[in-house]
């Protein structure tokens, strides 16, 4: 991902739906893996079905997880 969080949330302050997040819920492992983050304008994301990624807190980068229809997080 070539987002850092502050694009992230200054792009879902200003609602212009370029990412939506959210908890990892029962596949959080608390302190390394919480998060959720999906791109409809990165380059893997499909016409309405955002690319996502999970957060890793500890080494503080975004990994590549899948498009949001097949992980089904809406």
Not at 10 to 16: I, L
Not at 18 to 23: I, R, V
Not at 61 to 67: K, R, T
Request: glycine content about 8%.
């Amino acid at each position: 991902m070539n987002y850092t969080w502050n694009d992230i949330i200054h792009g879902q302050v200003s609602m212009n739906q370029t990412f939506k997040s959210g908890g990892l819920g029962k596949l959080m492992i608390r302190g390394h893996f919480e998060v959720w983050v999906c791109s409809y304008s990165d380059e893997c994301a499909k016409p309405s079905n955002p690319f996502c990624y999970f957060f890793d807190e500890q080494q503080k980068v975004f990994s590549p997880w899948g498009l949001e229809e097949e992980l089904m997080l809406s």
